[in-house]
């Protein structure tokens, strides 16, 4: 099995951890983190230091990959970049989950990570850096650009286009023949019915285009209650 690294000790890198384990494939050595000292324990493994410290990591454990469990689309690419800087080459793993199911003539991009329970449907082609989370499907001849995202139980419709950087939060519903466009975010739960453009967050049911955003803009951390207040009144008015 080849020894590998994971870049992120969080919940995410979490349930990535569980999937390495059960590959069969990879030996998880332990996680890299910024935030997190050195020697902490996350689900049995050790913090072996940060991004910085791989060039000793990679020789000092036979490292002959890893992947970046990062949710947030823009700080995934960004340490994707910043790991190419620090160790040109690096093998970024492209991870299955075994419980998932992946159709026929579908294409999975480098980096990607497939999680428990989702289904990729025939000719689905998916792009480098990818998030397809917990029991999500992506419909037949689909497309997921690099580093965009699916949240959990999001559920696309045949030939969805996902532009780069972006993301379906938590059960959405897109039907078939949608683009969406590159770090375009749509807001939980909502139902996609029109083409959305780059560049924009959308919500409701239909989604509606509610505002501007920037590549970078966080979409995931902050205060949640703080984050889905706002969120409701620029869907609906204050």
Same mark, same amino acid.
């Not at 072996?48 to 690419?77: M, Q, T």
């Not at 003539?105 to 397809?132: E, F, K, Q, S, Y």
């Given at each position: 099995?080849?020894?590998?690294?994971? $870049?992120?000790?969080?919940?995410?890198?979490?349930? *990535?951890?569980?999937?390495?384990?059960?590959?069969?494939?990879? #030996?998880?050595?332990? $996680?890299?983190?910024?935030?997190?000292?050195? =020697?902490?324990?996350?689900?049995?493994?050790?913090?072996?230091?940060?991004?910085?410290?791989?060039?000793?990591?990679?020789?000092?454990?036979? *490292?002959? /990959?890893?992947?970046?469990?990062?949710?947030?689309?823009?700080?995934?690419?960004?340490?994707?970049?910043?790991?190419?800087?620090?160790?040109?080459? $690096?093998?970024?793993?492209?991870?299955?989950?075994?419980?998932?199911?992946? +159709?026929?003539?579908? #294409?999975?991009?480098? +980096?990607?990570?497939?999680?428990?329970?989702?289904?990729?449907?025939?000719?689905?082609?998916?792009?480098?850096?990818?998030?397809?989370?917990? #029991?999500?499907?992506? /419909?037949?001849? =689909?497309?997921?650009?690099?580093?965009?995202?699916?949240?959990?139980?999001?559920?696309?419709?045949?030939?969805?286009?996902?532009?780069?950087?972006?993301?379906?939060?938590?059960?959405?519903?897109?039907?078939?023949?949608?683009?969406?466009?590159?770090?375009?975010?749509? /807001?939980?739960?909502?139902?996609?019915?029109?083409?959305?453009?780059?560049?924009?967050?959308?919500?409701?049911?239909?989604?509606?285009? *509610?505002?501007?955003?920037?590549?970078?803009?966080?979409?995931?951390? /902050?205060?949640? *209650?703080?984050?889905?207040?706002?969120?409701?009144?620029?869907? $609906?008015?204050?």
């Amino acid at each position: 099995m080849k020894n590998v690294l994971i $870049f992120g000790a969080s919940g995410h890198g979490s349930v *990535i951890l569980d999937a390495l384990e059960r590959s069969g494939i990879y #030996r998880p050595v332990g $996680f890299v983190d910024s935030f997190k000292k050195k =020697g902490t324990k996350k689900n049995g493994y050790e913090v072996l230091g940060s991004e910085n410290d791989l060039p000793l990591l990679i020789d000092a454990h036979g *490292i002959a /990959g890893g992947v970046v469990a990062i949710g947030d689309n823009w700080v995934r690419r960004q340490m994707v970049r910043r790991i190419q800087r620090i160790a040109p080459g $690096f093998e970024f793993i492209t991870l299955v989950h075994p419980t998932a199911t992946v +159709g026929k003539d579908v #294409r999975l991009g480098r +980096g990607t990570v497939v999680m428990p329970g989702v289904i990729i449907n025939t000719n689905a082609v998916v792009g480098d850096h990818c998030i397809l989370n917990t #029991r999500s499907s992506l /419909g037949h001849d =689909g497309l997921m650009e690099d580093f965009s995202s699916l949240a959990p139980a999001v559920c696309t419709g045949g030939n969805l286009h996902l532009g780069h950087g972006a993301a379906l939060s938590l059960g959405c519903n897109v039907i078939e023949n949608i683009r969406i466009g590159a770090h375009s975010v749509v /807001g939980a739960g909502s139902l996609v019915v029109d083409d959305i453009p780059d560049l924009v967050v959308a919500f409701g049911s239909p989604a509606r285009i *509610i505002r501007s955003r920037e590549p970078s803009e966080p979409y995931l951390s /902050g205060n949640r *209650i703080e984050n889905s207040v706002q969120l409701r009144l620029d869907y $609906f008015g204050s």
